[in-house]
């Protein structure tokens, strides 16, 4: 029988492709991930990996798993993965493409609305039993409705934010990308200069890479927004604290940060600023369909059929 690690503890539904198939190994079932270390402890007899793409697949874990055939992340980035590396070597590598759109367009419009109207700052001031009574204008946050929202990375999830975002009321502007050509350089500076609400939805590469800093906030409006669903290390993260701490912006939104799980210390200490752990598309639909989806591919891999989500190298 095969054997394949799973990087976290998961049970019932969503191991049914494997039934019969293979052998799996999980995490342990308290919700922490399997060390590095404990993978590499398995690898030689492992033919699958299921991770939650917290584990980097590189030379040194692909020279200890002779045997692997796959790994499967469920999720939809795939930068802990040198996939061209893999080919090489003869590895499948999968992600989960759409399961999470939906679930992390959600959370994205939970973290605009939060930071805008200021619900967490609310919210604990209601918890604090300061709460003496209605206090009109106290609370006053930002009105989405006419305010422009501006979309960078204009794949599923950024068009599922818009499409949620435009039932408020909001402009829509989008940039698909950003790189060193001064034309699509220009181009994302014109949509911070216009935007009341930034929302980041790009994937994590080279060119991505710190794509938002110093220039980049000084671009934005004063008192606009800025929210992060992507990955931390899109923004460099002391320029955001800059422009919050100096007023530049009015708030954030943050479910990544550029060294996560640590987050800035300057951060934790503003009222303005909504975070979340790394949870924008988590929802229990959300999780069972991408666990669903991965054990299907390494189900399919693993009794030589290729697999529904197969990630191709980068010419």
């Known amino acids: 029988m095969k054997r394949v690690i799973w990087t976290n503890?998961?049970?019932?539904?969503?191991?049914?492709p494997l039934k019969d198939i293979a052998e799996v190994i999980t995490g342990a079932d308290n919700g922490e991930?399997?060390?590095?270390?404990?993978?590499?402890e398995l690898a030689a007899d492992a033919d699958a990996i299921v991770n939650q793409a917290e584990l980097r697949v590189d030379a040194e874990l692909l020279a200890a798993a002779p045997r692997l055939k796959i790994v499967a992340n469920v999720a939809l980035g795939t930068d802990n993965m040198d996939v061209a590396l893999m080919?090489?070597?003869?590895?499948?590598?999968?992600?989960?493409?759409?399961?999470f759109t939906e679930s992390t367009a959600d959370c994205t419009l939970g973290l605009i609305l939060s930071a805008t109207r200021r619900l967490n700052e609310a919210d604990g001031f209601v918890r604090s039993g300061a709460w003496k009574g209605f206090q009109p204008g106290r609370w006053?946050?930002?009105?989405?409705?006419?305010?422009?929202?501006?979309?960078?990375?204009?794949?599923?999830?950024?068009?599922?934010?818009?499409r949620r975002a435009e039932a408020f009321g909001m402009r829509i502007i989008?940039?698909?990308?950003?790189?060193?050509?001064?034309?699509?350089?220009?181009?994302?500076l014109s949509l911070l200069g216009q935007s009341?609400?930034?929302?980041?939805?790009?994937?994590?590469?080279?060119?991505?890479?710190?794509?938002?800093?110093?220039?980049?906030?000084?671009?934005?409006?004063p008192g606009a927004?800025?929210?992060?669903?992507?990955?931390?290390?899109v923004v460099d993260e002391q320029a955001l604290v800059d422009a919050l701490a100096s007023g530049h912006l009015g708030g954030a939104g943050l479910d990544v940060f550029e060294n996560e799980p640590a987050v800035h210390p300057a951060?934790?200490?503003?009222?303005?600023?909504?975070?979340?752990?790394?949870?924008?598309?988590?929802?229990?639909?959300?999780?069972?369909?991408?666990?669903?989806?991965?054990a299907e591919n390494v189900a399919r891999v693993l009794t030589g059929r290729p697999p529904l989500s197969a990630v191709q190298p980068v010419a």
């Open 9 to 16: 503890y998961v049970e019932g539904a969503a191991l049914e």
């Open 87 to 99: 080919a090489t070597r003869g590895v499948v590598a999968t992600n989960t493409p759409g399961v």
């Open 33 to 40: 991930l399997m060390p590095r270390a404990r993978v590499l």
């Open 267 to 294: 951060l934790l200490k503003m009222r303005n600023v909504v975070m979340t752990p790394h949870i924008g598309g988590g929802t229990r639909e959300s999780r069972l369909a991408a666990r669903r989806l991965c």
């Open 225 to 233: 927004f800025f929210v992060n669903m992507a990955r931390g290390r």
């Open 196 to 221: 009341d609400v930034v929302s980041v939805h790009v994937p994590l590469t080279d060119e991505t890479r710190r794509m938002i800093g110093a220039r980049e906030f000084a671009a934005m409006k």
């Open 140 to 162: 006053d946050g930002a009105l989405l409705q006419g305010k422009t929202l501006g979309i960078l990375g204009y794949g599923q999830i950024g068009r599922a934010v818009a």
């Open 174 to 188: 989008h940039c698909d990308k950003q790189n060193s050509q001064d034309g699509q350089a220009d181009a994302l």
